[in-house]
């Protein structure tokens, strides 16, 4: 519910910049609001790849909805219909997740033992440190492809938004909050100075308990998205 107030709020500035004139208090009080929904969202994806049953329905269901709400996005945040400069979050969404699950597919393959050879390095701690060094070259290079990806896109985030994606997929997976929460905090200043509001959702986060609980059940998320940004744009094209 936070996450979607947050995103709500941010849009309203961003669409309606007729009513809120850009460069005013209220304006920059909302869109620095607004900053900390793309974290919240991000987590939850997050929390929902560990979770799902279906990886498969979760990644279509993903990509299905950021195509129906890129029209919509276009319209709240740049008053047309067709606008290749930006993409909506959910691509960037989609990018990411689709990253975990690579990543996590060449692990299981590398740790396959029926993929051992003649030939292979013998000693089990030699071939456990040789399996283990491969395992995060691939990973960091799949990581990496996917955010040039979005970098190309030019989805919202960017890269920004995978290297945040991948870093709360490493505090899920090694329940570490004091070096990813200083690698999320630093992803996060390095986007610029209205973006250090975002460090406000890092406690929330903290605090989540990690199962899938509220935080976690995000399908209300599918509908919210695309309808208040559908709102937003005829707003913006039609009334303001």
């Not at 900390?36 to 799902?52: D, E, R, S």
């Not at 890092?202 to 199962?211: D, I, Q, R």
């Amino acid at each position: 519910m936070i996450a979607a107030v947050s995103m709500v709020i941010d849009h309203t500035a961003m669409a309606l910049a007729v009513v809120i004139p850009r460069g005013s208090a209220a304006y920059f009080a909302m869109r620095a609001l607004g900053r900390i929904a793309a974290p919240l969202f991000f987590w939850m994806l997050v929390q929902g790849y560990h979770h799902t049953s279906d990886i498969r329905k979760y990644m279509l269901r993903l990509i299905v909805f950021a195509f129906v709400s890129e029209i919509p996005f276009n319209m709240a945040a740049r008053g047309t219909i067709r606008y290749a400069g930006h993409q909506n979050i959910l691509f960037t969404m989609a990018i990411g997740l689709a990253a975990l699950w690579a990543a996590d597919a060449v692990s299981r393959k590398l740790r396959d033992p029926a993929r051992e050879r003649p030939g292979a390095v013998s000693s089990g701690a030699g071939r456990a440190a040789f399996t283990a060094a491969a395992e995060w070259v691939l990973r960091i290079s799949i990581y990496a492809a996917a955010g040039l990806l979005a970098w190309v896109l030019k989805t919202d985030y960017k890269f920004w938004g995978i290297a945040l994606i991948v870093v709360f997929s490493l505090i899920k997976r090694y329940n570490d909050w004091r070096w990813g929460g200083f690698a999320a905090a630093l992803i996060l200043v390095l986007q610029g100075w209205l973006e250090m509001f975002a460090l406000a959702a890092l406690p929330l986060l903290y605090l989540n308990t990690g199962e899938r609980g509220r935080l976690g059940r995000a399908r209300w998320f599918y509908l919210v998205y695309p309808g208040h940004l559908l709102l937003l744009g005829l707003l913006r094209m039609f009334v303001f």
